[in-house]
């Protein structure tokens, strides 16, 4: 069966438009997902994985965490152990240009919605941090490369805009080499909260933004003392979106040579078996919505070294199996055994290890904001 066939057509939907009581709205991409993450749902014609996953994901424990004055969300999440200790992007991993891509052979039963002149389907993400997450995969087998979809990205956001739209750079924390964007229901995650706050200008904890450029229609800040490295832009403009993340991203690999960090992980620009590539663009999470009420984007950038902390690798009762990707940059960090929920539950100081392992340094994070004040309006 081809991608396309997986398509679920309006008339299949008709049930679940039904359920979704949108009377006054007209039907588009929104809505259709909306539809979909129902079908995916249903007993009888919905997919097993995610219905299984979801009974899973209901009884899981969560606690919240203060690090420095800074909530953070701590789950307990079995059915994301395979993102978690996906390998794909690791030294060690071989080629596995022959193993079965999970994006071009898609599970029985799994069905999704075909959007931007169908290059790209949306998924039910089966490994759920919330309900309702997606995958927003191309319809072709493409490298993990954010290059040649910029343009894409800030498209998706524009329609989606029922949601946020994540992308995991390659060494970033993307477990699939397959070209792919994450999506979740908007500002759900308690790290989107944070920077709401932020932007309207209140603290939370210690955190702060420092301005680098402020106009009217463009604003972009560094956040201070939030554990993790990152930038916040935003602008109404969706041309000057595609145009800054180009300049974001030329910046970030300029900054980015220099990375090594640990002997499991690849050094900067090394070759990569599962991009069968050399590294070639910066390692970052990104977070982008729309708004359409104010004809707004919001766009959060987190740049990394890694998305591996140290303790990842090390051995027995020291070793915590954890990956900072986009959610956990956003504040939800997700374990899966038991043992590292508890430990990272009562001892704040670990995640705040981890957060900065994975980060970019303090120099090199001032050598970036010094790079990005030379943007040109
Ligand atoms: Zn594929």
Redesign the pocket.
Known sequence: MMIKDRHLTDYELTDFFMKLEHKNSKIDNNLRIEAMLLQQMDPILGWQRLRSNMEVFSKNPVAEVKVKGIPVKLVLNKTRTPSIKSNTFEKKAANTSHKR?L??ELDKGQRGILIEDEKYIVLANPGITLPGDLTISSVK?EKQILTGHFQDMIEVATNLFHFSIYFNGALAGASSP?FHFQAGHKDKLIGEHQIQTLLAGKSIGNTSLNSIILTHNFRLFSLKNYLRTGHLFTTKNPKRMVHFIQFYSDKLLHISKKIKVHPNIPNFGEYINSLQDKESEGRMNIMLKYYPESDEYIAAFFPKRTSRPKRYFKKGKNQIILGIAIKESLGNLITCRKKDFEILKNHPDLIEEAYRDTSITKNTLLELNEFLKDYSL
């Open positions: 891509c994006l071009c087998h397959h």
